[in-house]
């Protein structure tokens, strides 16, 4: 085994590491310490069996800067960590996804099972806004919020679905600074709207199980377009806030997010600047979007529980229950999964359930809203039927 150490001071530059080795070599640390402009352009290993290395480590105070990791290897080969750590004007241009790097022996299995996913919620999405928009009878309050839903599940599941499947797949796990900053913008945008949506359908079934009579004046056209329009404005407002105040955060202790997308406390964990006021900031406002929310959500089901119940006759209330049961599994769903992910403890274990509640909630609720949508829905479920035999018969 070769091993290069450098320690430099005043303007050094180291541009290469270099590690050779045959059998179970193992190297735990590569430390590279300076003072002014040091730069390591690039880390290099080579070697030929079961060699590991557990963690690159650069420690400079002003102007440090690394450009490329490069592992060569054979069989087995294994990094665990890269390691950035310095103070002033530290860069860093892109930032390494580790996702479910763990289970190299999976990788093939996973991106099967989400590739499958992710075309089985695209195609189900697209399917339910093309009906919507195309049938006359699906022109309600009802059907324009599921359609807004679809379109939401569609593009947050695309925000976040092809790096991954492109990570499993090539191991292309890295993501450019720019990139994380615009995922991260749309993954808590859109996922802020979909919790707001939620509330104003809930609201929605309120007023047609509630009050029937006053539903058309209630819920008219430009109420509707109202509603949808404060979702997406306050879902953005938030994300705009918090993506801005945590790419105003240096990372300069690492550039590894244990995650397969960008999330803010990722993010956070590796950054070298105190996080206390962007810690402040998610709670507040993550605060003010779900709570509501959810007081919206609960009071409506709990005033539309009592209407159901003062229905004569167990058909009327069967047919009335029928119409929110689609909405309480996927409200359920959602709040489970990311209540989960957000207030788990922070550990090494619990960080992989993370990473698979994540995944339910990004890519696999997605794909299932619409099944739950359609499959309790006989309008939808005819239309589409219908849909789909027209487009056979046409087939030569």
């Known amino acids: 085994m070769f091993m290069e150490f450098h320690e430099g001071s005043n303007n050094s530059m180291v541009t290469e590491f270099v590690l050779t080795g045959s059998n179970n070599s193992m190297v735990t640390d590569f430390v590279l310490t300076g003072s002014n402009n040091s730069m390591v352009t690039e880390f290099v290993l080579t070697d030929s069996s079961n060699s590991m290395v557990t963690e690159f480590v650069l420690t400079g105070s002003n102007n440090s ?4 990791f490069v592992l060569t290897g054979s069989n087995n080969s294994m990094v665990t960590e890269f390691v950035l750590t310095g103070s002033n004007n530290s860069m860093v241009t892109e930032f390494v996804l580790t996702g479910f790097s763990r289970r190299p022996d999976l990788q093939m299995f996973l991106f099967l099972t989400f590739f499958f996913v992710y075309l089985i919620s695209t195609w189900g999405n697209m399917g339910i806004i093309f009906l919507v928009f195309n049938k006359i009878q699906f ?18 599941s695309s925000n976040i679905a092809p790096k ?27 996922g802020s709207t979909e919790c707001i949506l939620f509330a104003v359908m809930a609201y929605d079934r309120y007023v047609a199980i509630c009050n029937p009579l006053n539903y058309n004046l209630v819920m008219q056209q430009k109420t509707c377009l109202l509603l949808m ?7 953005f407002l938030h994300s705009t806030i918090e993506v801005c105040l945590t790419f105003h955060l240096s ?11 960008c999330d803010f406390p990722p993010l956070l964990s590796i950054s070298c600047t105190d996080t206390t006021i962007n810690e402040s900031v998610l709670f507040v406002l993550s605060s003010c979007v779900t709570m509501p929310s959810v007081l919206v959500i609960l009071g409506s089901y709990i005033s539309i529980l009592s209407a159901i119940l003062k229905i004569n006759g167990t058909e009327g209330r069967q047919k009335a229950f029928s119409t929110c049961a689609s909405h309480i599994i996927a409200v359920t769903l959602l709040y489970t999964t990311v209540l989960y992910v957000y207030l788990s403890p922070k550990s090494s274990t619990s960080r992989d359930n993370v990473n698979i509640a994540t995944v339910f909630y990004t ?3 997605p794909m299932l809203n619409p099944l739950i949508y359609s499959l309790r829905n006989k309008d939808i479920k005819s239309a589409a039927k219908t849909m789909l035999q027209r487009k056979l018969r046409c087939i030569p």
């Open 164 to 190: 991954m499947l492109a990570g499993l797949l090539l191991g292309h796990n890295t993501i450019s600074y720019t990139g994380c900053a615009t995922q991260l913008f749309f993954f808590c945008g859109l």
């Open 65 to 68: 800067m690394v450009t490329e």
């Open 139 to 156: 022109h309600t309050p009802m059907y324009f919020f599921i359609s807004n839903l679809s379109l939401i599940d569609f593009i947050y």
């Open 251 to 261: 990372f300069c202790a690492s550039n590894i997010l244990h995650h397969f997308a």
């Open 229 to 235: 329009g404060g979702a997406y404005s306050s879902g």
């Open 363 to 365: 890519v696999v609720l």
